[in-house]
T-cell receptor, first 116, second 110 residues
Framework: GAVVSQHPSWVICKSGTSVKIECRSL??????MFWYRQFPKQSLMLMAT?????????EQGVEKDKFLINHASLTLSTLTVTSAHPEDSSFYIC????????????FGPGTRLTVT | QKEVEQNSGPLSVPEGAIASLNCTYS??????FFWYRQYSGKSPELIMS????GDKEDGRFTAQLNKASQYVSLLIRDSQPSDSATYLC??????????FGPGTRLSVLP
């Protein structure tokens, strides 16, 4: 149980275009999902917390107009990187929080974005 | 600001030995504690969770929690080369805040 999927697993796009990444909890309902970014050899950086049916909460320094998050249902959250630039190239990972007593987070496999 | 600290490593242990990974946290109100394993180029995988003081064992893994000392550790017995990865400590408070440490890189030498 507690499987989280992400799509696509990798994507290459041209500078200035937008890319959408989907995150799905496959076998549990997730009222809260998290989006992280990880650069090579660095630790996870939380970008935003996404609650179903409400606006996402962004971490300081993360542009909400550039990284659009939609949490449309209890099993799906999407991250859209708008007007992508090469510096947005990174490993984007979502996680979903289980509705259990201790609220474990389960991670998706990640999406590797390369902006050329 | 709530902080979770880990030695970045690398921690090198010979195959078959016990690997000991440590984590300290700053928020005394922290409620839940987790250990994740992350292989290079992959996303983190939850391997242990612990909520009360003492030890919790799961196969070759043992998590130890000491809330008074604000310290949580992970022991890996009979370490295998396949255990070589970065181990992330994560701490959750009463709310939604979930703070990750920077991770400790473990290398198990055959």
């Amino acid at each position: 149980g507690a499987v989280v999927s992400q799509h696509p697993s990798w994507v290459i796009c041209k500078s200035g275009t937008s890319v959408k990444i989907e995150c799905r909890s496959l076998d549990f309902q997730a009222t809260t999902m998290f989006w992280y970014r990880q650069f090579p050899k660095q630790s996870l950086m939380l970008m935003a917390t996404s609650n179903e049916g409400s606006k996402a909460t962004y971490e300081q320094g993360v542009e909400k107009d550039k990284f659009l998050i939609n949490h449309a249902s209890l099993t799906l959250s999407t991250l859209t990187v708008t007007s992508a630039h090469p510096e947005d190239s990174s490993f984007y990972i979502c996680s979903a929080r289980a509705r259990t007593t201790y609220y474990e987070q389960y991670f998706g496999p990640g999406t590797r974005l390369t902006v050329t | 600001q709530k902080e979770v600290e880990q030695n970045s490593g690398p921690l090198s242990v010979p195959e078959g030995a016990i690997a000991s990974l440590n984590c300290t946290y700053s928020d005394r109100g922290s409620q839940s504690f987790f250990w994740y394993r992350q292989y290079s180029g992959k996303s983190p995988e939850l391997i242990m969770s612990i909520y009360s003081n003492g030890d919790k064992e799961d196969g070759r893994f043992t998590a130890q929690l000491n809330k008074a000392s604000q310290y949580v550790s992970l022991l890996i017995r009979d370490s295998q080369p396949s255990d070589s990865a970065t181990y992330l400590c994560a701490v959750k408070d009463y709310g939604q805040n979930f703070v990750f440490g920077p991770g400790t890189r473990l290398s198990v030498l055959p």
